[in-house]
């Protein structure tokens, strides 16, 4: 079983929409991190969190460390959101991140 | 800044090829690491490093060498390529590690092709 697991695979939405992109963890964690990745290009970190709730724009990220699972959610989608989400965890001693496998975003306008 | 840069961008390699992924930070950061990501699969670390001089296996560290001389630069050496290895590579930086909570900055990626 994976230790990050993210919910849905794929993801369709159309422009204006709300968008909720889940991660849930089987593992102890010190925090965990939303990465965004667009076609061909690099992983840009979107936010980290280890409590509560964090919010940059049009994106909100939420953890709950007791049920171990974060959301992110996209108020107002707009094309230029399709991308890549990955989620990441924490562990060990020397930061060692274990990455999900990323939810595929398409808005369509 | 530059921040963390990759070199090359793309590769092509054949089957017993040697050859080295370069990744440099100008952000004096400790912590770098490498990764790859293949399809359906989350990202997977290679190796670390902790500081100049200190490296250590990741996940998926077989095949892989790497070095650590300077805080700046971190290569990823493939000794003998195999198919298994065609991937995209992405290095990544942070301030610190030792399980602090800091981001992670990432490099453009190299995709590499292994015939």
């Known amino acids: 079983k994976n230790e990050v697991e993210q919910s849905p695979q794929n993801l369709t939405a159309q422009e204006g929409e709300f968008i909720t992109i889940n991660c849930s963890y089987s593992?102890?964690?010190?925090?965990l991190h939303w990465l965004q990745q667009h076609p061909g290009g690099g992983i840009v970190s979107l936010f980290m969190?280890?409590?509560g709730k964090k919010k940059h724009g049009r994106l909100i990220a939420t953890i709950n460390i007791q049920e171990k699972h974060s959301s992110l959610h996209i108020t107002a989608s707009h094309p230029r959101d399709s991308a890549v989400y990955i989620c990441?965890?924490?562990?060990?001693?020397?930061?060692?991140?274990?990455f999900g496998k990323g939810i595929t975003l398409s808005v369509r306008p | 800044n530059a921040g963390v840069t990759q070199t090359p961008k793309f590769q092509v390699l054949k089957t017993g090829q040697s050859m080295t992924l370069q990744c440099a930070q100008d952000?004096?950061?400790?912590?770098m690491s490498w990764y790859r990501q293949d399809p359906g699969m989350g990202l997977r670390l290679i190796h670390y490093?902790?500081?100049?001089?200190?490296?250590d296996q990741g996940e998926v560290p077989n095949g892989y060498n790497v070095s650590r001389s300077t805080t700046e630069d971190f290569p990823l050496r493939l000794l003998s390529a195999a198919p298994s290895q065609t991937s995209v590579y992405f290095c990544?930086?942070?301030?610190?590690?030792?399980?602090?909570?800091?981001?992670?900055?990432f490099g453009p990626g190299t995709r590499l092709t292994v015939l």
């Open positions: 969190l280890s409590s």
């Open positions: 952000m004096n950061h400790e912590y």
């Open positions: 990544a930086s942070s301030y610190s590690g030792g399980g602090a909570f800091t981001e992670q900055f």
């Open positions: 490093s902790v500081g100049a001089g200190i490296t």
């Open positions: 593992v102890g964690i010190s925090a």
């Open positions: 990441a965890v924490y562990t060990g001693a020397n930061s060692k991140l274990t």
